[in-house]
């Protein structure tokens, strides 16, 4: 009887303190407020290319815009394992200094968006950006990387 008693009791505290609903609008983006971003921008990565003087490394960003399809919690939840396979992909691919120049950079980014694909799944993210070191990040993207690494 006792614990009836209580169990109703502890029940009829909780409802009493839930936080109420919120109103919803039709503007209103419903993902979780951690989760708002076009992108998630991955850690740095020193990636080594051949030169006539021998090997050297360019610092590569790359950024994974959200796929429509996608939410942004599976996309975050994948952009480590995605951080990991992008490196060692590029690593095993022999790049060149013409790879990194703007005529080719477009090309290298949709290589690593098929090789994201094929790995993954293809509706995580729609494309892939490269960024330079010190390109500015929108603060809802900035939060969304944050909790993704």
């Known amino acids: 009887m006792f614990s009836k008693a209580f169990s109703i009791g502890f029940l009829c505290a909780l409802l009493a303190f839930a936080p109420p609903a919120a109103a919803q609008s039709d503007e209103e983006d419903f993902r979780p407020r951690l989760f708002v971003g076009r992108y998630i921008q991955l850690n740095p990565m ?23 399809n996608s939410t ?3 996309a975050c ?6 951080h990991e396979d992008v490196m060692f992909y590029l690593w095993g691919r022999r790049l060149t200094m013409a790879d990194f120049q703007e005529s080719r950079r ?3 980014a949709y290589d690593i968006l ?17 960024a330079g070191g010190y390109d500015e990040i929108d603060p809802e993207s900035q939060n969304l990387s944050d909790l993704c690494r």
């Open 77 to 82: 939840w994948i952009a480590p394992k995605v």
């Open 46 to 68: 020193m990636i080594p290319f051949q030169t006539p003087r021998g090997i050297r490394y360019e610092v590569i960003t790359v950024r994974l815009v959200i796929g429509e």
């Open 114 to 130: 098929q090789h994201i694909e094929s790995t993954t799944d293809t509706r995580y993210y729609e494309s892939v950006e490269l």
């Open 106 to 108: 477009a090309d290298l």
């Open 72 to 74: 942004a919690r599976q």
